[in-house]
């Protein structure tokens, strides 16, 4: 029920984005979603990819600080308020999220977010029937 993401450490100044996505390009590893959180010092540079775990070996044996966690991907129809319907659910269970993001595939709104209760995520889209998708689902979207 949950996916792989990278979250790559990188200091904020030029080049250093640049060095991740070549590396990821000699690898030919297709990133599917990325975004970047940043502070004055770092970015985390968080990306959902085609195959995340040879990813985070290829980027850690070339020096590069990465970590490899689990979240959660649903996908929504798209249309107007889907996202704010999914989070209610979430949020009425008394869910918090840790962070979001979210972007269309193939016609689809999917919504990445990591919970401060996995146990808790995992019940609530179950019961509330929501639609989550696999790594598979995501390379075989793209």
Same mark, same amino acid.
């Given at each position: 029920?949950?996916?792989?993401?990278?979250?790559?450490?990188?200091?904020?100044?030029?080049?250093?984005?640049?060095?991740?996505?070549?590396?990821?390009?000699?690898?030919?590893?297709?990133?599917?979603a *990325?975004?970047?959180?940043?502070?004055?010092?770092?970015g /985390?540079? +968080?990306?959902?990819c085609? =195959?995340?775990? &040879? #990813?985070?070996?290829?980027?850690?044996?070339?020096?590069?600080?990465?970590?490899?966690?689990?979240?959660?991907?649903?996908?929504?129809?798209?249309?107007?308020?889907?996202?704010?319907?999914?989070?209610?659910?979430?949020?009425?269970?008394?869910?918090?999220?840790?962070?979001?993001? *979210?972007?269309?595939?193939?016609?689809?709104?999917?919504? /990445?977010? +990591?919970?401060?209760?996995? =146990?808790?995520? &995992? #019940?609530?889209?179950?019961?509330?029937?929501?639609?989550?998708?696999?790594?598979?689902?995501?390379?075989?979207?793209k």
């Open positions: 029920m949950t996916i792989h993401q990278l979250s790559v450490f990188i200091e904020n100044r030029a080049g250093t984005l640049v060095k991740v996505l070549k590396l990821l390009k000699q690898s030919e590893i297709q990133i599917i *990325s975004t970047i959180a940043d502070t004055a010092e770092y /985390i540079y +968080r990306l959902i085609s =195959e995340p775990l &040879r #990813a985070c070996e290829e980027l850690q044996q070339a020096g590069v600080a990465v970590a490899l966690s689990e979240v959660f991907a649903i996908e929504l129809d798209n249309q107007p308020g889907r996202a704010a319907d999914a989070i209610e659910v979430f949020s009425k269970d008394g869910i918090g999220l840790t962070y979001m993001y *979210s972007f269309l595939l193939n016609g689809k709104g999917i919504l /990445i977010f +990591r919970t401060d209760d996995a =146990e808790k995520a &995992r #019940a609530a889209i179950e019961e509330h029937g929501l639609s989550y998708i696999t790594e598979d689902d995501l390379v075989e979207m």
